[in-house]
DNA sequence: GATATCCTTATGTATAAACATTACGAGTGG
DNA sequence: CCACTCGTAATGTTTATACATAAGGATATC
């Protein structure tokens, strides 16, 4: 999944996942063809039908099959493109990387929010917020910038929390867990905030990755990061499908 | 949930799903705590423990939780955060926005591979691919640039198709599903050729997407997109998760 | 006290069986 | 010919059971 979305599978049931896979991209089974229901499939690969079931949930899952009770299963037309990210901690990105991690903020005061921001995270334009902006670096070389929104309703212990000190990526990933998020990259050209802060040229083109996240309280914090100059946001793993 | 990883899930387990997780997102399981084990949350839900399992590992799959045979369940100390991004054909992300879809082939033609491109899909650097350049449109307005590498080698079909009338994008989703992929975003300064295709002006910094696909037979095709200033790409749900 | 060994526990996986749900498609009646 | 009904086939979900596997912890050994 990109890898594999859910969790680990089983011996037999993995085994029967992967045959099936290797049958639609050999073209056995082509897209939008019906493939033989799961009962005669568990006669085939000798195994009972709720295995055959995960298997099949599994790649239906990952787009390759469209499953309807009733009407069976087939390839899907156009296999569904899915590409999961995993957002690491910025520190142990910078770590990995082999270099040393330092980060420093640069403001940090209870501010009313803009309208557009108002708008992303769906509070009334106006409402006060934290807001705060830091700078984090690998071996002293500027690696991203974020500028934060945080919003002490949803995570009430946010107000003892020292972030001139403390980072702020890191105090929410273990103590505010989200119920769900959103988000979205986009390119900016480096304005004068940015290129001084990332010490790079005005008008250099920055990836820009926006992240907003909500609990039951409402939404937890909205954050924009401006990436260096030159990097890269990847996946190692995607699952199956077409394109 | 993120489109969940995984397709969807049962009633029963989907329930005691959100139950687990809302105590984790209200604190009452704390992060780094064991939570009962199988045969206790079986009893409680008054469910088999068949069913857990399949709710705990749906929440493991998202992040939330750690599991180790014999060591129990725990709340992950920080919960993976994981984002997946469903990538749209074309010419139905256009359609979708309520434009009118177009596509133009501005090159085509066999050339050996560059070396970055030769490292990226993991082919000896000189080799011969097919190589294309097309922009996509909507309403008549640049939508995306993209850069094309297709190796025949991986699919013979493709030696067939014309990529002049066809849209390579679409060909590959409905004739060569693949079984790894690689995603990756950047962000570039437009150059001479990208600001004359997009329409755009020189240093316009631009969203890049990487993408390369391989199958059983090796990589099928590199391409390099080019969003037209002002793109976001994102997601609509994602998993729960920490930050 | 350090190390090796075994027992026990919690999760991982598979199976058979049963019932729920959906919707295809045939059959019925107008 | 159309609309409606209903039987039925395929997937969806849960349950009970069984055995596999990993690893924590106690015990035994040196």
Known sequence: MIDKPAGSTSPKAQHIASEVR?????????????????ADLAIEFDAARATVNKALQLLAGEGLL?????????????PVRKATFTISIVREQVEQAGMAYSHRVFAQRKSPI??????????????????????????????????????????????????????????????????????AFSAENANRRDARLLRTQLGQALLIMHRTTWNDLGPITTVRVAFQPGHFVGTEKTTAGGD
């Open 22 to 38: 290797r049958r639609i991209v050999e073209h056995e089974w082509r897209q939008g063809e019906r493939i033989p229901d799961e």
């Open 66 to 78: 469209d499953r309807r009770r009733r009407a069976g299963t087939r390839v899907a037309i156009d």
């Open 114 to 183: 803009p309208d557009d921001i108002a708008a992303r995270v769906g509070l009334p334009p106006g409402e006060v917020l934290v807001h705060m902006r830091a700078v984090h670096y690998g071996d002293g070389l500027p690696f991203q910038l974020e500028d934060r929104w945080l919003n002490p309703r949803a995570a009430p212990e946010l107000e003892k929390a020292d972030f001139w000190q403390l980072n702020a990526n890191e105090w929410l990933v273990r103590n505010a867990p989200y119920l769900r998020a959103e988000l």
